[in-house]
């Protein structure tokens, strides 16, 4: 066997069908990772800069009704908008209905809590849709290879003791070739794991902004009532804006 055969086709070649499957193992996981780090990544791109939007939108309305009148119009398209349009739609819910079932038990601050609470969970839910994945390949794709690995060279000792020659050339070569199984499960890994890393930090800065917006916006609805009692009474109402700034 000359040096210049050595390599992955020669490898492909010579692999039975278990090396065969754990290459198509990895293969799978490589597609579906880069896949899913590729949908995540302009997933939220989007609902950054629909957020951005929306958030000018709200700290920049004279009123609730105002925002309410514009997602109405253009609809739900992201998490601050969402967790808006369902808190509102409590609100005007309970006062209309009151505490009728055991999902709207208690006073209408507690039944926003729920409503709120509620939104939370759900965003939270689907910004971690698909980050499972990535944590198994990252965890499983290197010991894949490595078993690849391993019974590559277990394959190869058997058939350099049966050729009967162990000299280093006869060893390195097939031993070298079955080294690539670990190499490509790393190339499998690094990307998977980095992935998952950037997309969790992502979702838990997004986390923590929607958690201060749901206070200010709890704060908004249970304050409606003598926001708009004061306006009538003195000066029209002022816009929606934070001590700090949010958009």
Known sequence: MEPTSLGFGHFLMQADAVGKTL????????????????????THALRKRRSENFLSLFW?????????????????????????????????????????????????????????????????????????????????????????????????????GLSGSGTLDKVAGPVGEALIMTGIGLAVAIPAVVGYNTISRANRVLAARLDAFAFELMSFLTLGQTLRGSAQQAAPVTPLRPAAAHA
């Open 23 to 42: 290459l198509v193992v990895l293969l799978v996981m490589s597609v579906a990772s880069w896949a899913l780090i590729a949908v995540k990544g302009l």
């Open 60 to 160: 920049n309305a004279t009123s609730l009704d105002e925002v309410h009148a514009e997602i109405a119009t253009h609809g739900v398209r992201e998490p601050f908008a969402h967790l808006t349009a369902h808190a509102t739609h409590a609100r005007d819910h309970y006062a209309r209905h009151g505490a009728r079932k055991l999902a709207e038990a208690g006073s209408e601050q507690e039944f926003l809590t729920r409503t709120i609470k509620k939104v939370l969970d759900e965003e939270t839910t689907r910004l971690e849709n698909g980050l499972t994945l990535l944590a198994t390949v990252g965890a499983t794709a290197p010991f894949v290879g490595l078993f690849g690995t391993v019974w590559g060279v277990y394959h190869a000792l058997v058939a350099i």
